[in-house]
Structure formats: C-alpha cells, structure tokens
C-alpha cells in the first residue's frame, strides 16, 4: 500500500507523523508550494510547529507525487472535499479513498464518502474518524479510532496498515454511522463551548451534551446508521472529547460566541457549517433538533447565548425519552 495524504493541515499531518514513525512512506501533499519548500528544509509545518517531521514524510506540492499513491488520505476541511474530487476524478480513479474529514458538505447535503463515491464511483471510500487532537496523534499519545468501509476486506487491509504503536484502530462497516456521529459532534461542540463562555455552567454543559447526543442518535437513524455506531468513538467518545477541551476548535469558538468575543476567521470550525446543514437535513425529515437549531442561529448572529438559552429552556415540557 502506497500511502499518500491530501492536506498537510494539523490533521494530515499528524497522522503523516504516527504512520512515518512507524516506518511507513508516506507522501505529504499541501497546495501551497512555499510552504512546501519549508516543510522540506525544516522539516515542520505551521499548524504543528513543536513537532519534527521524520524522514519518512516526503512533503510535496505535485498532484503527480500525490496521484503515484494507491490509498490516499483526503484530509482537507470538509467543504473542500467535493470541489477535490470532483476536479480530480479521472486521477482518483480506482483509488482507496479515506475521508477524515468531520463534516456535512452543504451542497449536496451527505457525508464525506458519499460525495467521493458520487464523484469517482470506481473509487472504494473508506473513513477514519473518532476522538483525537492532532497533537495528540502527532506527539505519539494513545489515541484509538474508527475505521469505517463497506468493503470489509479494504476495511481490514487498511486498519491494518493504518494503525501504529500508538494508534488503534477499530473497524466499522457503518460508515454512515461513523461519518454521521463525527459531524454532527462539531455542532454540539459549539452549543457547549458558547454554553461555558456565557456563564451557564457545567451543569448545563452536561444537559446540553446529553440532549445533543439524544439528537444525533435521532438524525443518524433517519439517515439509516445503526444505533451502536453512534454509542462507539465516532459518536459518544468524539462528542465527549470535543464538548470538554478547550484544544477544540469548535469548542473554543463556541466560548468566543458565549463571551461575545471575536474569533479567528482562518480557523478550521466544521459545527458551523455543518450546524446549517443539519438543520436542512432535519427541515426536510420533520425532525426536531432544538440545540442544532439554536447553535446554526447563534452561529448566523440571529440569536445570543441568552436568547439561545431562552428558546432551549421554554419549550413545552416533555418526556426524556422522546
Ligand atoms: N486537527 C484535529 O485535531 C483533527 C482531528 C481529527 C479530525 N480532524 C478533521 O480533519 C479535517 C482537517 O482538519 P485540520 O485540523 O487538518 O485543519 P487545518 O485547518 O489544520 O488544515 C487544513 C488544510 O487544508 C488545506 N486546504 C484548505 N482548503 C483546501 C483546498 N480547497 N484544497 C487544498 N487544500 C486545502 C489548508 O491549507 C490546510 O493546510 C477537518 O475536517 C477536521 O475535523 C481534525
Ligand atoms: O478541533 P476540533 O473541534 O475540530 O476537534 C478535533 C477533533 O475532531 C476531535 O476529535
């Protein structure tokens, strides 16, 4: 397996990293040349500056270098994915495709995968997802993941290759499940994060954890995932992780919305888009999703944390199981 990765982000990189470690060849590609140049001299990236990159990463800026790989790692923020492939069909073709990618793309409202086995359908998409920060993976911290492929055999082959000593991967033939509970974790990231920011508390925190983990499981059925993929690492460990670090992006941006602070526009925070997303998905479904409702306003500046609080805490009571 010739292993490549599209994306030489905190992400991409780190897992450059773990797998080079582990005395694999991979080749890195990022779009940017010079930062490419520099990768190459200091071997360090902007986005994991305290981490050595080893000899075994090959940092290109060359879609021919990336295209010589049979597996590629496409970890590109999600709404970069379509426009990727799409460009890239004819030399995508036939390839394994691993989306890490946490995100809904709002075009065409599906996950990661299905957007690369609409774009190259001879391509067998797989997805590796779960609780992780980069600099976790990057600094060689225990980190266990999903791999998710409906292909079985290239779901094994490539736990198998994807894994390292400090890696764990477990398999999973859901991965609408898996690619579900990743991106809509974000959303609830961001309601947590403004939740802390504005001062409601941990109690609330947990409330809201809670309630969104009620509405993932409730949009990932209709969607057709099964049930215990959302309770695994994709779904009720990613949430857990995300909605308590402040290494998460989408929970820092979260508190920057509680605090009415500005926040850095260059930032990666999936939840945002993906909080539009779920609610087009849930308008079309009659679905009712409160908390993603309230977070994809507060994130288009139609509701402050109070109003958000207001909507969440007034409505009809009801049974918890509903
Ligand atoms: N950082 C983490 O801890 C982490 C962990 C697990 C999963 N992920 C997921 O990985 C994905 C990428 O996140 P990241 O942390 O690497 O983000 P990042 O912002 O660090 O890096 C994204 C990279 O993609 C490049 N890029 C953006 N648009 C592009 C395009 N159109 N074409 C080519 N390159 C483009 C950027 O230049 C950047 O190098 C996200 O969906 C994220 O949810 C991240
Ligand atoms: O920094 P975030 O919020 O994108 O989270 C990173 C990973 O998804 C955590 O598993």
């Known amino acids: ?25 991979v080749t890195l590609w990022a779009r940017d040349a010079a930062a490419v140049e520099t990768m190459r001299s200091e071997r ?44 890239h069909a ?18 065409s409202l599906t996950g990661q995968t299905a957007i690369i086995a609409e774009a190259v359908p001879s391509a067998t998409p797989a997805l590796l997802t779960g609780p992780s920060f980069a600099a976790d993976i990057a600094r060689g911290l225990p980190t266990a ?11 094994a ?37 403004a939740c802390i920011g504005a001062g409601f508390g941990d109690s609330a925190r947990a409330a809201l954890m809670t309630r ?12 057709g995932a099964a049930p215990e993929t959302l309770m695994g690492l994709s779904g009720f460990g990613d949430l857990v992780l995300t909605c308590s670090s402040e290494l998460s992006r989408n929970y820092r941006y979260g508190l ?20 539009r997303a779920v609610t087009d998905l849930a308008a079309a479904r009659g679905l009712d999703l409160p908390i993603s409702a309230v977070t994809a306003r507060m994130v288009a500046g139609d509701l402050t944390p109070l109003q958000a609080l207001d909507a969440l805490i007034n409505r009809p009571l009801k049974e918890e199981r509903e």
């Open 1 to 25: 397996m010739r292993i490549g990765i599209a994306g030489s982000g905190a992400f991409g990189t780190a897992l450059a990293v773990t797998l080079a470690q582990a005395g694999q060849q």
């Open 44 to 87: 360090r990236v902007a986005r994991l500056p305290d981490i050595d990159l080893p000899e075994g990463i090959d940092p290109v800026s060359e879609l021919s270098a990336l295209f010589a790989c049979d597996t590629i790692l496409l970890a590109l923020p999600a709404q970069a994915t379509r426009v990727f492939v799409t460009d």
């Open 90 to 107: 004819g030399a995508l073709a036939g390839k394994v495709l691993v989306a890490c990618a946490k995100g809904i793309d709002l075009h």
């Open 145 to 155: 993941l999903t791999l998710a492929c409906t292909d079985t055999g290239c779901g």
């Open 157 to 193: 082959a490539l736990q198998k290759a994807l894994s390292t000593p400090t890696l764990r991967l477990y398999r999973s033939a859901d991965v609408i499940g898996a690619e579900l509970g990743g991106a809509l974790k974000n959303v609830i990231a961001i309601a947590c994060g």
């Open 212 to 223: 969104g983990f009620a509405e993932m499981q409730r949009l990932a059925a209709a969607l």
């Open 256 to 275: 920057a919305l509680g605090r009415g602070e500005a926040f850095d526009s260059h930032t990666t925070v999936e939840g945002a888009a993906t909080a």
